[in-house]
């Protein structure tokens, strides 16, 4: 093995020693016709063993052989140019489309090494009389390859946890809808967990809400959320002093029993928040608010609107 | 700039049109008072739509024209505070706590009615409805 020069921080620098450099590049050359000329057997061969390893149980035979196919050339191609930017967008193509498939990454890593371990096979027994020059093959055949299984994998993650964040806004997007029960009266109800961020745009859509629909009084459900912290809690105190400078009044029902005993072990000040205890009881109680506020079916006509008193 | 004071019927509505000054905003409280006595009305009105933004002193004087027109026998009523200002004056803990906040004119309109009909209500004995 090559000695390391203290330079050697870039997988590029180690994977071509200066010695080798020159005929390192024909090396791999030979390498990359010898998988060209074998393309269809080494193809045929690495689909069987990926079925047969069980990977990819999601897709049909057919489709596993025509996506070996592409990940083969674009394989062969990185080899070839050294350069990663097309099996990349490759791989991010190919988990946009098996992700929905339920594809997990131990597959997708697994085909990529099983590939490597079947091009590897076909090295040694092309080479088995020269052990020499199959050693030099291989040197320069490996890091490139674990380069690329690197890439493939890599994709794959990134493309995943892109997916995963999108699905975190959509569920965020989802799970705060605020609901008018009738004119007046809306109702929000919390399910799950709530961030400062979540927390924050809770309250920003109630706010518009409030001003769209002119409610008066709000029921906020928390029966949904299992915890609450002081920052939570305080936000939702929040929450209810802007809902009353937009006039209207904020009932929250159901704090469960290890929030309630949270709330007031951490001394989180709630008494100016009106409580009750289930959503049933809210509604009742907003209605009852509701009738007091004079409706608009029965407005003052009792005083005439000019008496002196 | 100067704010103008509309009476109508019992009530008074000063509705604030652009961000105001310190000094605007002490002139309107002088001015509110005064008139407060002066038209012998029930009920002020402080509209303030046309406000994107909300400081302390504009929040502290606020609550002193609800505190002194109720010594000089009216009540207030803010209106037209719009989400993103309520929202970022929680946040500064400025809450206008004691003071009726409603959400446009014509619901400070029917706020400010029903108290009076309700000071009202005290001193008569028939109710229009029963409740309670």
Known sequence: MDTKKGMSVSPRASEAPPVLSESSAGLLRELVAHLRQNRTQLREEWARRITRAELLTAMTEEEIFAEATAVYDNYVEALETGTFEALQAYSRRLSER??????????????????????????????????????????????????????????????RERIIRQQQEAIRELSTPVLQVRERLLILPIIGVIDPQRARQLTEQLLRAIRANRAKVVVIDVTGVAAMDSGVANHLVQTVEASRLLGATVIVTGLSPEIAQTLV?????????????????????????????????TPMRELPPETNR | MEVPILRQGQFLIASIQSALTDADLSHL?????????????????????????????AVRTLRDIAHMARLRGAETVIVGIQPDVAFAMVQLGLTLKGVATVLDLEEGLAFLNRRTEERGLETKPKRPSSRG
């Open chain 1, 98 to 159: 098996i992700i929905p498939r339920g594809v997990e990454t131990d597959e997708v890593v697994g085909i990529v090494l099983l590939l490597r371990d079947v091009l590897a096979r076909s090295l040694f027994t092309k080479y088995q009389d020269n052990v020499e020059k199959l050693n030099r093959i291989l040197d320069s055949y490996e890091p490139a390859a674990n380069r690329i299984a690197n890439t493939v994998a890599v994709g794959f993650v990134e493309e």
């Open chain 1, 265 to 297: 072990t951490i001394g989180v000040d709630l008494s100016e928040m009106a409580t009750v205890g289930d959503l049933q009881g809210g509604i009742e109680e907003a209605e009852r608010l509701l009738a007091d506020r004079a409706p608009p079916s």
């Open chain 2, 29 to 57: 409280r002088e001015a509110l008072i005064a008139q407060v006595g002066r038209s012998r009305c029930r009920g002020v009105i402080v509209d303030v739509t046309a406000l994107d933004v909300m400081d302390s002193f």
